[in-house]
T-cell receptor, first 112, second 112 residues
Framework: GAGVSQTPSNKVTEKGKYVELRCDPI?????LYWYRQSLGQGPEFLIY????????DSGLPNDRFFAVRPEGSVSTLKIQRTERGDSAVYLC??????????FGPGTRLTVT | GENVEQHPSTLSVQEGDSAVIKCTYS??????FPWYKQELGKRPQLIID?????GEKKDQRIAVTLNKTAKHFSLHITETQPEDSAVYFC???????????FGKGTTLSVSS
């Protein structure tokens, strides 16, 4: 079946701009996660949704980051006033059981 | 919070040899330990996982062992092949639906 998909695959933006990153989870997966991966590092947790609600947003680095999942399926990660330090690959994962997490291909964000 | 240490950071083996990657974790409440394989520019791919109620799990050429007392777990790959070359990440989670905490990764190179 179709895996987790993310759009866009690449995003280049100028410092200070607003960006939205989209994640389409595997159909039927109620749990959705956002991670951020910097070069040479493992994925770093940002936020976890169970259904429509954010069950854990403790990984969001500051209030410039926000995520929504209004209908319990597609999720959007929103970053305001982007900074060069936000440059990374943003990964989305979904899970049916809450244990096995399946990742999307990621969005590579570059802030110039 | 949880901290996961992974070593070695790089590992080079000859085709047909075995490879072992080790991880330690700090939170005794952690009970789920997945391993991911990530090829360059690709998504992390779940290859095997283990829960705390078992000490070992095997799937063809790969196996994972868990020592809860010592708080460490290991990935074993036997009869390595060039296509096993990738970055491998271990992770730990403490219940269904929570964030995974990842190690920094091991770059495995298998030469023929």
């Amino acid at each position: 079946g179709a895996g987790v998909s993310q759009t866009p695959s690449n995003k280049v933006t100028e410092k200070g701009k607003y960006v939205e990153l989209r994640c389409d989870p595997i159909s039927g997966h109620t749990a959705l996660y956002w991670y951020r991966q910097s070069l040479g590092q493992g994925p770093e947790f940002l936020i976890y949704f169970q259904g429509t609600g954010a069950a854990d947003d403790s990984g969001l680095p500051n209030d410039r980051f926000f995520a929504v999942r209004p209908e319990g399926s597609v999720s959007t990660l929103k970053i305001q006033r982007t900074e060069r330090g936000d440059s990374a690959v943003y990964l989305c994962a979904s899970s049916l059981s809450g244990f096995e997490q399946y990742f999307g291909p990621g969005t590579r964000l570059t802030v110039t | 919070g949880e901290n996961v240490e992974q070593h070695p950071s790089t590992l080079s083996v000859q085709e047909g040899d075995s490879a072992v990657i080790k991880c330690t974790y700090s939170d005794s409440a952690s009970n789920y330990f997945p391993w991911y394989k990530q090829e360059l520019g690709k998504r992390p791919q779940l290859i095997i996982d283990i829960r705390s109620n078992v000490g070992e799990k095997k799937d063809q050429r790969i196996a994972v062992t868990l020592n809860k007392t010592a708080k460490h777990f290991s990935l074993h790959i036997t009869e390595t092949q060039p296509e096993d070359s990738a970055v491998y990440f271990c992770a730990a989670g403490n219940q269904a639906g929570t964030a995974l905490i990842f190690g920094k990764g091991t770059t495995l190179s298998v030469s023929s």
